[in-house]
């Protein structure tokens, strides 16, 4: 890989807030990320290239999950940008070793989280 080229996350996701009762934008950038996968950018690529189903992988995890969020205004297109994120239960998912340690599928039924 080029070590000359910056390497950051972004991770959009789509969530319900349960006080409205509505669907909003987050956007999770860098920091955050890696704290939900558990890596850096860069490990995080090194492990796509050996497992192209990583980031559908972490997709079907992710669905369900509850979390609550510090997160500032909407923009233009009506993100927000997320500042801190607190999955419920942990502090530190680390996604990316979860999976990676898992030999089986992981299949679960979301409402039951």
């Known amino acids: 890989m080029n070590q000359d080229k910056k390497v950051t996350y972004k991770l959009g996701l789509a969530v319900l807030d349960i006080q409205t009762n509505k669907m909003e934008s987050l956007a999770l950038y860098d920091d955050e990320v890696a704290r939900v996968f558990g890596c850096l950018p860069l490990p995080y690529l090194e492990n796509l290239q050996q497992d192209k189903w990583l980031s559908k992988k972490i997709e079907e995890l992710l669905v369900g999950l509850y979390c609550s969020a510090l997160v500032s205004k909407a923009d233009k297109k009506n993100v927000r940008k997320a500042k801190k994120v607190q999955f419920l239960y942990t502090d530190q998912l680390a996604i990316v ?15 039951v989280l």
């Open 97 to 111: 070793d979860l999976i990676k340690a898992t030999t089986d599928d992981i299949t679960f039924d979301a409402s």
